[in-house]
């Protein structure tokens, strides 16, 4: 079985108000790239990962007028995609959804939010936690709730998965070199609180004999800005429990690798349009995290990077697809399932 994530740039606004797929030759959201462009490269990469589920972060804004289901649904069925079926959790007010797209003829999937008396609150509440040490409390919500999802294959086998995008630590906003730094202090606070958070409803999950994937856009990796030390480890490192038992931490290859010495090679899922160098940069914000025991069924990690994976270098119209498609590149993660396709 295959398991993806996502982030798809401005997905929303090749729909209309009304949820009509705008596939004309107006610009989209992305730099120089038209909707039909941006709508065909999607189609294209969407088509080569072809995964059993995809998590799509920045999915189509759900709104009175609209619904990402649809939009997702109706994307599918223009690009003949088997990955035709869409699943919501709770939608917000930032036009980002965190959705699902999968093949029903491979799985089933339901959103299955979890917590309350006796455990974490649930995703589209609210956590009371001291952030910085004050003996004061600190409630902290979610932007974007993490989707829960109860995901069964054809032959029985049950997994959970969380779908994230965690909050970002840029100080946007700020008006000074001082406020600069305040904001990214504050925002990696909020962040870390969200991933504190987010791991303890993996431990329930553990508790509970269950096994967890997390993925999404965690806007974070160890190493990758100064202030973690002020707080003594990245958020991802928070997710995964790293320095805990064994059986109890989340696996993922690429969390790992930022661990080399400074000039180390470090792998990439995202890149970024820098105005003031007038130049790119990358890195690595998308994760698959699994749990022990799905590690026993020969996970294979892959970034669809468009200069750093062979094959995709090598396939001109598929390296251009994932530069038009998105900043950045989808992840995936094989894992074998008996009897699944």
Sequence with gaps: MRIATYNVEWFTELFDRRGKILDDAAWSARYQVSRAEQLGALGIVFTAIDADVVLIVEAPDDNGRRSTVAMLEA?????????????????????????LLYDPDVVSARHDPRGGPGASPRFDKSLRIDLDIDATLDTVTFSKPPL?????????ARLRLIGVHIKSKAPHGARSAESETRIAIENRRKQLAQCIWLRQRVDEHLDAGEDVIVLGDFNDGPGLDEYEKLFGRSGVETVLGAGGPAERQLHDPHARLHRGHA???????????????????SAMLDYIMVSAGLCGRA???RIWHPFDDPVCYRTPELR??????SDHFPVTLDLEFGGVR
Excluded: C, D
């Design 148 to 156: 829960e999802v109860e995901l069964e294959t054809k032959t029985g």
């Design 263 to 281: 000039t180390a090679a470090a792998p990439s899922s995202a890149r970024f349009y820098q105005v003031e160098q007038e130049q790119y940069f």
């Design 75 to 99: 994307f599918a069925a223009l690009f003949g995609l088997r990955q035709r079926r869409a699943l919501l959790g709770f939608a917000n007010e930032t036009q980002q959804e965190i959705a």
């Design 320 to 325: 251009e697809a994932l530069l038009q498609a």
């Design 299 to 301: 996970p294979r990690w």
